[in-house]
């Protein structure tokens, strides 16, 4: 965090890293007001990889991770926010390329869609989801693309199997049921990334995600801010309930900085614009999840460092 001078107002504030939404469906909704409400970057996890790949350079920045991979009756195929174009179902675990229905060929036409991250759906409680073999298959040929593997998990015993399986990710924090310390240092050990989404949920199954997310990061774990942005009546920008819920968890400070400006599924952020927010740093540490709520994005060079 700097002290700094916004030069466009004259504004003095806080620059941070640029904020990263790291779950959203942009085919759901109007991403154009996400920057001035604070997200620079977004992560589409289950769209259409032909208009992703089209779509205009600019702000909200988009990795993507093309159509989910899903195996025939399984999730989400046949929903009403779900085209046929956000679902490739997998019918086999060949490894081969091009082999029609095949695991590889699945991942391969994500990655040649420009796909920086796969999805693939273990959501036993709606439908059937790939067995271990084609599970494997997806995330070995996507390792060979240097892409990694990101995970709906939902369902008895889905979310080890997404370790054993060397899944790098979590499209949500495990809301379903408790985990073990077991399984929860297993996930830690293994350096697999959960993406909060906590604001979705509601009664139990919000209570059961705040509590494997404190877990989890008590553990160690690497916690990313994400929303499911597009699921249900959520705020365009940042979600304050999303931070507030994760500060509950135990997600604090800096750490709670962290989520938000994790560079995941890349290694570098940006740094042509930077969040700004304007007024003093909290000296209170409840009041940080508000606080952050109020970044914009801005040029960096709209900011000049205060002694």
Known sequence: MRSVRRALTGESGTMLPAFVDH???LHLVDSSDLPRRGIAAVVDLGGDPVALARRPDGLPRVAYAG????????YPAG??????????VVTGSSRHPGVDGGARTAVDAQADAGASVIKVALHADAGPVPDDDTLAAIVESARERGIAVVAHAQGDGQVERAIDAGVSALAHAPFDAPLSRR???RAVAAGQAWISTLDIHRGE????????????AARGGRVLYGTDLGNGPLPVGLNRRELLALHEAGVRGDALVATLTDPWPGSTATDAVSTFIAGPTPTDPDDVPTWLSRGTVVPTEELTRVD
Do not use: D, K
């Open 23 to 25: 779950h959203v469906h």
């Open 67 to 74: 159509a989910f991979l899903t195996v025939p009756g399984g």
């Open 79 to 88: 929903r009403p926010w779900a085209p046929e174009s956000i679902v490739r």
């Open 183 to 185: 399984v929860i240092s």
């Open 205 to 216: 199954a919000r209570r059961l995600a705040i509590a494997n997310v404190r877990a989890f």
